[in-house]
């Protein structure tokens, strides 16, 4: 096996200018899609943003009727309503109450 001188070839101004502008060209439609991609992004999540603050607003509703349930539930007025008519409890005669000390 001999040995063959290698041959470089030069390219010449055109070719390189060729070269140049699939570069440039690549590099435009890189970036063009980098921006179309980001753009789809940022709209996708501030949907999701709109769709996790009118949930947010419907529970932070719901919570306020909750804790207002609750305060009337919790009430004195209305256990002793329930214990007295649903239960039919009264308030104990005094024979009936034992201290313990």
């Given at each position: 096996m001999s040995?063959?001188?290698?041959?470089?070839?030069?390219?010449?101004?055109?070719?390189?200018?060729?070269?140049?502008?699939?570069?440039?060209?690549?590099?435009l439609l890189?970036?063009?899609?980098?921006?179309?991609?980001?753009?789809?992004?940022?709209?996708?999540?501030?949907?999701?943003?709109?769709?996790?603050?009118?949930?947010?607003?419907?529970?932070?509703?719901e919570n306020?009727?909750?804790?207002?349930?609750?305060?009337?539930?919790?009430?004195?007025?209305?256990?002793?309503?329930?214990?007295?008519?649903?239960?039919?409890?009264?308030?104990?005669?005094?024979?009936?109450?034992?201290?313990?000390?």
């Open positions: 040995k063959r001188p290698r041959v470089q070839s030069k390219r010449s101004g055109a070719g390189k200018a060729v070269l140049l502008s699939l570069t440039a060209a690549a590099l890189a970036s063009s899609l980098f921006h179309v991609w980001s753009q789809l992004r940022v709209f996708k999540l501030g949907y999701q943003l709109s769709q996790a603050s009118a949930i947010h607003e419907g529970l932070s509703q306020a009727q909750l804790r207002l349930e609750v305060a009337t539930l919790k009430s004195p007025q209305r256990i002793e309503k329930v214990a007295r008519g649903t239960l039919g409890l009264n308030l104990p005669r005094p024979e009936q109450i034992i201290v313990i000390k």
